[in-house]
Nanobody
Framework: QVQLEESGGGLVQPGGSLRLSCAAS????????TVWYRQGPGDQQEAVAT???????NNSDFAKGHFTIFSDNAKNSLYLQMDSLKPEDTAVYYC????????????????WGQGTQVTVSS
């Protein structure tokens, strides 16, 4: 299995920045698609941004110009740079990744991290 561990959450004032990290470990041949999700208090889970193995990114409308997703394939890591944070960005942020375990077997995985809390408050 592949484990994902998020870090970088915390308390930040409105207008501040945070960078979330998601490190993947385990038997990994490829990481094909990765997604940051979030779930605010009383809200449904929503996608924030996605990135493919070809570094094609897509941001949700609320994240455009506000959040940046990027990855470091050599480190099997995913990042979410969050700028100009607002109180409504308060949520637990999760990363999700999918790919293949082996080059020679059609064995795929989809894994979720445990989540990291982001609180935007003065």
């Amino acid at each position: 299995q592949v484990q994902l561990e998020e870090s970088g959450g915390g308390l930040v004032q409105p207008g501040g920045s945070l960078r979330l990290s998601c490190a993947a470990s385990g038997i990994i041949f490829t990481i094909d698609d990765t997604v940051w999700y979030r779930q605010g208090p009383g809200d449904q889970q929503e996608a924030v941004a996605t990135i493919t193995s070809s570094n094609v990114t897509n941001n949700s409308d609320f994240a455009k110009g506000h959040f940046t997703i990027f990855s470091d394939n050599a480190k099997n890591s995913l990042y979410l740079q969050m700028d100009s944070l607002k109180p409504e960005d308060t949520a637990v942020y999760y990363c999700k990744a999918g790919g293949r375990h082996y080059s020679y077997l059609p064995c795929s995985y989809t894994s979720w991290g445990q989540g990291t809390q982001v609180t935007v408050s003065s």
